[in-house]
C-alpha cells in the first residue's frame, strides 16, 4: 500500500497548451457527506453546462446503491499501487488511511475532448492541485455544509457507512472546511435546490466569461 500521501504528477495532465482539450474543468470539493455527488446528480444534465463527470478510482468498497464504472471504479489497493506507478492518473491522494482515490488520465481525456467540461468530486489536497495546473481552464467550487451538526446528521442519515467510516470523515471534516478559503468560490448546501441552482449559475457564468472574477460575484 502507497504510504505517500499525495502525488501529483503534472507532465501526465492533459494542458490546453498540449493537448486538444476543448472542455473546462469543475472542481468539487467539500467533506465527505456535505452534498457533492447529490448536487452533481442534479445538474448534470443541464443542458447549458455541456458536464461529464470525472469518474474516478478508489479502493474504498463499493456503498450502497453505488456500481462499478458509474460513481467510482472499484479497484484493489495493489491495482491501485500498479496503475499509479504506470502513470495511470493525473492526481491521487490516501484521502483516508489505507484508501486511495484518483483522477485517471483516461477520464479526463474521454470528457473533454468530446468538448464537455468536466466535473470532479475530489478532495481538497487534490481539487487544489488540479486547479493550478489547469489556472484559468479551471473553477474551484468549494461546497460548505450549513454546519458540522447536519453534516454529522447527513453522514448518518445516508445511511451508508458504518460507524468507524462515519467518525473518519467527521474527524477529518474541520481540516477539510480550513481550505474552502483558497477555493475560486464557495456555496453553502443548506437548500439543495437553492445550492444546485447556485453551482449551476456559476459554472455557467464561467463557460461563458472564462473569467473567474467575476463568477464569484455572488458567492457565499
Ligand atoms: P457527498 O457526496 O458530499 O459525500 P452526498 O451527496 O452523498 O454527500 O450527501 C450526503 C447525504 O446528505 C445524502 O443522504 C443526501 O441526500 C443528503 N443531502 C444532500 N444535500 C442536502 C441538503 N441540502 N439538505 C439535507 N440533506 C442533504
Ligand atoms: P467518498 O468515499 O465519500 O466517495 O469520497 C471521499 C473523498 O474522496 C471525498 O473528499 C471525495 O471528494 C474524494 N475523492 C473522490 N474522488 C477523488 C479523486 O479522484 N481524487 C482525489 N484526490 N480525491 C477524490
Known amino acids: 500500500m502507497h504510504t505517500a500521501t499525495q502525488t501529483i504528477n503534472p507532465q501526465s495532465i492533459p494542458s490546453p497548451g498540449l493537448t486538444d482539450m476543448k472542455g473546462k474543468i469543475i472542481i468539487l470539493s467539500a467533506p465527505s457527506g456535505t452534498g457533492k455527488s447529490t448536487i452533481i ?3 448534470i444534465g443541464d443542458p447549458r453546462l455541456r458536464l461529464g463527470f470525472s469518474i474516478s478510482a478508489t479502493s474504498r468498497a463499493p456503498r450502497g446503491e453505488e456500481q462499478n464504472g458509474r460513481e467510482y471504479y472499484f479497484i484493489t489497493n495493489e491495482e491501485f499501487k500498479e496503475r499509479a506507478e504506470r502513470g495511470d492518473f493525473v492526481e491521487w491522494e490516501e484521502v483516508y488511511p489505507g484508501t486511495c ?3 485517471l488520465r483516461s477520464e479526463v481525456e474521454r470528457v473533454t475532448t468530446g468538448g464537455h467540461n468536466l466535473i470532479m468530486d475530489i478532495d481538497v489536497k487534490g481539487g487544489l492541485n488540479v486547479k493550478r495546473c489547469y ?29 468507524d467510516r462515519i467518525l473518519k470523515r467527521l474527524a477529518k471534516a474541520e481540516y ?9 468560490c464557495r456555496v453553502v448546501n443548506d437548500d439543495l435546490e437553492r445550492a444546485s441552482a447556485e453551482v449551476a449559475e456559476l459554472i455557467v457564468r464561467f463557460i461563458e466569461s472564462g473569467a473567474k472574477e467575476e463568477e464569484c460575484a455572488s458567492e457565499a
Not at 477539510?176 to 475560486?184: G, H, P
Open 176 to 184: 477539510e472546511l480550513s481550505f474552502a478559503d483558497r477555493y475560486d
Open 41 to 43: 446528480s442534479r445538474i
Open 135 to 163: 489556472g484559468s481552464d479551471a473553477l474551484a467550487i468549494f461546497i460548505l455544509p450549513p454546519s458540522l451538526e447536519a453534516l454529522e446528521e447527513r453522514l448518518r442519515g445516508r445511511g451508508t457507512d458504518a460507524e
Open 101 to 103: 482515490y484518483g483522477t
